[in-house]
């Protein structure tokens, strides 16, 4: 897990293109920040001052509703996990949230980025500006497309998926499966889709390993899994219903 | 010199130098279009980017994923740009687009060559990006927005 602001930008798709020397100075208006369980990080409506990078922890992002009520995750649009950018508002007009965004794992640990400052230095440096903002596209619209998918399925039901990462399964690539597990959440509106991770099943030949469950069916566990078997099973068993066979835990090797 | 002083008029190029105006107006084509023609068609690759001269240009959606016709989504006047998908993996139209008037005369700017061009000169390429961002970002939290709307409704008609 990284400590450093300089090493979360790293990871984080928009600016991995840039150099040490190149991100130097947006460290300079960057801060770390935790939050526990339930706070709210910024709220819709507030001024958009800051983009925001999670590396550690979920966030939700959920709409508000009238008279000040408590948020549940049925408000819940957009899930975020590790390595995501969110809080896109601090760069475009009118700079205004339109998303409140929730801490719901027990910590989050966000970089805060000062947008004005940002935007300052990308027209000081556009050639950096250029690259940045291209990467920050194709993350909005990658978003976007899953955003629009997922709001024209249908007949889903709530779902918890474990990505086992125990030594052996982290060995094995599970930090890899977590995080495009995590992709495909943060762009899915759906809602009660849980995101977990679990130790060692004792099946370690056969890791990384994921368990789905969806609501009122027997836990399904899959072998092997890499990123894109990850976002199929997502899309066709989490999202769609249908177990992918192919993919189950096969007998069950055991260390 | 007509491609130069549309491209002047028409965010996010309006504030570039003429040099660099004129640069991107020799990779331009000044094309005409009768009503009702397609432009391009929606989940077509998006290979230009588009800039209205005159006449007018409808953005629809063909037909939605169960069959349903879609309304139309836009119009687009004189000065306007549209096909922003073109920067936008997996670089398709979103839309398709139709002359909606008599006549419509288009700049049509090659994507390839404005990337090109991008790379040579980054504050072009910076300003272009920018204007995308604030496109495809805006249409993303209008996107939320109704998705936010529409469950908002279902949870105060249960309460």
């Given amino acids: 897990m990284p400590e450093q602001p300089k090493e979360i930008l790293q990871q984080t798709e928009a600016f991995q293109q840039l150099t040490d020397p190149e991100l130097a100075p947006i460290l300079e208006f960057s801060e770390l920040r935790s939050f526990t369980n339930g706070h709210r990080l910024f709220q819709d409506g507030g001024s958009a001052a800051n983009l925001w990078v999670l590396y550690e922890g979920t966030v939700d992002l959920r709409f508000e509703l009238p008279g000040g009520r408590e948020t549940s995750d049925e408000q819940t649009i957009s899930t975020l996990g590790e390595n995501q950018i969110f809080g896109w508002s601090s760069m475009i007009p009118p700079y205004k949230y339109k998303l409140s965004a929730y801490c719901i794992s027990k910590q989050c640990q966000v970089l805060v980025i000062e947008a004005g400052k940002l935007m300052e230095y990308f027209r000081a440096h556009p050639d950096i500006g250029y690259r940045v903002l291209s990467g920050m596209i194709r993350v909005v619209g990658k978003r976007f497309r899953q955003l629009q998918a997922s709001a024209g399925q249908a007949g889903f039901t709530g779902a918890r998926v474990t990505v086992h990462m125990g030594t052996c399964g982290i060995a094995a690539g599970a930090r890899e499966v977590m995080k495009a597990l995590s992709e495909e959440v943060a762009g899915s509106i759906r809602q009660n889709i849980r995101v977990t991770t679990g130790g060692c099943l004792g099946y370690c030949r056969s890791e990384p390993n994921v368990t789905v469950r969806l609501q009122d069916q027997e836990p399904v566990i899959y072998q092997h899994m890499d990123e894109n078997k990850m976002r199929r099973v997502f899309a066709e068993h989490v999202i769609g219903g249908k177990v992918q066979d192919d993919l189950l835990l096969q007998g069950g090797q055991s260390c | ?159």
């Fill in chain 2, 1 to 159: 010199m007509l491609k130069q002083e549309i491209l002047e008029s028409t965010a996010p190029f309006n504030d570039l130098a003429d040099e660099r105006l004129a640069a991107i107006a020799e990779t331009a084509e000044l094309v005409e279009f009768r009503n009702g023609d397609r432009i391009f068609a929606h989940g077509a690759d998006a290979t230009d980017l588009w800039i209205v001269v005159d006449g007018e240009v409808r953005l629809c959606a063909e037909l939605s994923e169960n069959g349903t016709p879609m309304e139309q989504m836009a119009f687009m006047s004189a000065a306007q740009a549209f096909g922003w998908t073109c920067f936008v993996p997996p670089y398709k139209y979103q839309l398709s687009g139709y002359c909606a008037s008599r006549r419509c005369r288009l700049i049509r700017l090659p994507k390839d060559d404005l990337l090109r061009f991008c790379e040579k000169a980054p504050e072009v390429g910076f300003a272009i990006m920018q204007y995308t961002l604030c496109a495809v970002g805006t249409q993303f939290q209008e996107l939320q927005d109704e998705l936010a709307k529409q469950r908002g409704h279902e949870i105060m008609h249960r309460w």
